[in-house]
């Protein structure tokens, strides 16, 4: 396989750094190991985020319900968590740990950063699943790389969501504020249904006056329709500056995609309250009793073990975290029952000054994995052409809260929508 300089410089510094990295935590796993095949996979995540610290805990509790309710299995998942603190290249180190000191089969991400890109192109060449939690915004096929499962919308949906949103508020088009990297630029091309009159690249690093000049631009061109697409933490510093400068009052309108929606119920108390009158959307997770058994002990169990996360709310990555560590158990149990000849089959592979494990067994792996269907607390748990995607999205207004307005769906757009009072008719 083809790399670009750039992916050969950066795994180059990767190789000569995985070694020095130390273990975050111990393994996740407390059933008898006697006469039990292990399935090694790592999972990486920032360990400072609240998303991984959902994450972490919901993928603690689905091996402990796993394999009590399939504890005659003869395989048994052990999950090896590593810390990358939200930098690319230590998430890239971390991987190469798990290969080499673990041996991992498969390897979960909990984040979205750039180095997902290229973990995904370590996954083709080692030949092992790779899990990212985070759809990565970047157009990654499944025919390119067989062994990538994504979670999410893609930016396709993502851009039919938003024109269905817009028409069904009679708005006639909008600016596109996003931000500049790989995860959200994407959507530009994607964009289609209604008119972007304008689109507004903000970076990370962005200052707050920089942030201040864009949206004082906006206002002169007097187009009061805006959708945002960028990390929850950069969304913040933009609502908070656009609040000073009266652009979240009526007349205004303001789209956010489930890039910043999914992490409305962390953000800061003041950010929470900028954003009044926002329209925005994410996954819809069907209400289900074993859900709210879930909900329930998640939330006693993190009450007495975590008081970090007494305040978080359980949220959709930790749900798509626990279904698809039970379809990955699943998947190891049928590698181990239909094809043990191959299981734990490697050889090794030549990258710049060392060699690297590359499975034998990842591709059956993953056949196996493609082919789970189950009911999980998430809904059905059914992947598509390699990726999980919701079959349905809420529609949410924030109005002293996040309130459910509507739902959609490819098949048969907006369900139902309730407009609000503190929308306003405009363009």
Not at 165 to 178: C, D, G, T
Not at 180 to 197: C, E, K, Q
Not at 333 to 342: Q, S
Request: net charge negative; aromatic share 10%; proline share 3%.
């Amino acid at each position: 396989m083809y790399f670009p300089r750039k992916v050969k410089w950066t795994f180059f510094v990767v190789t000569t750094l995985f070694s020095l990295v130390q273990p975050l935590s111990a393994n996740h796993t407390s059933i008898n190991d006697t006469a039990i095949e292990m399935i090694h996979v790592g999972l990486i995540l920032d360990a400072q985020s609240w998303v991984g610290k959902i994450v972490d805990s919901c993928i603690s509790m689905a091996i402990s319900d796993f394999y009590s309710r399939n504890h005659h299995y003869q395989t048994k998942l052990v999950v090896h968590t590593r810390d990358s603190g939200g930098d690319p290249l230590l998430l890239l180190s971390q991987a190469l740990v798990f290969l080499e000191n673990f041996k991992s089969d498969a390897i979960i991400v909990a984040e979205n950063s750039a180095g997902v890109k290229i973990l995904v192109e370590l996954g083709s060449r080692v030949k092992i699943p790779i899990i990212s939690l985070f759809a990565t915004g970047q157009s990654l096929s499944s025919f390119e790389y067989p062994h990538l499962i994504q979670i999410g919308e893609d930016e396709s949906s993502r851009a039919k969501a938003i024109a269905a949103i817009v028409e069904a508020f009679s708005w006639r088009s909008a600016i596109l504020i996003y931000e500049d990297n790989d995860s959200a630029r994407p959507i530009l091309s994607n964009v289609t249904g209604f008119h972007l009159d304008q689109h507004v690249a903000l970076l990370t690093s962005s200052t707050d006056e920089e942030i201040v000049q864009q949206l004082v631009k906006l206002m002169s061109l007097q187009m009061t329709v805006y959708v945002v697409h960028m990390s929850p933490i950069l969304a913040s510093r933009l609502f908070l500056n656009a609040k000073q400068l009266g652009m979240m009052t009526q007349g205004y309108a303001w789209i956010t995609t489930d890039m910043i929606t999914n992490f409305m119920n962390s953000m800061d108390p003041s950010v929470f309250e900028s954003m009044q009158g926002v329209v925005g959307f994410k996954p819809h997770i069907p209400a289900s009793k074993e859900l709210h058994k879930f909900a329930i002990r998640w939330r006693s169990k993190n009450l007495n073990e975590n008081k970090n996360l007494e305040e978080m709310e359980m949220n959709v990555y930790g749900i798509w975290g626990y279904d698809m560590v039970w379809a990955v158990a699943t998947a190891a149990e049928r590698v181990m029952t239909r094809h043990p000849h191959i299981l734990h089959q490697e050889t090794r592979l030549s990258m710049n000054f060392t060699t690297i494990r590359s499975s034998e067994s990842g591709l059956v792996f993953m056949d196996e994995l493609l082919q789970s269907r189950f009911e999980g607390i998430s809904g059905g748990f059914q992947l598509t052409n390699g990726r999980l995607i919701p079959k349905e999205i809420e529609i949410v207004n924030v109005f002293k809260g996040e309130r459910i307005i509507g739902y959609w769906n490819p098949e048969n757009g907006i369900a139902s929508i309730m407009k609000e009072e503190n929308h306003t008719e405009t363009n």
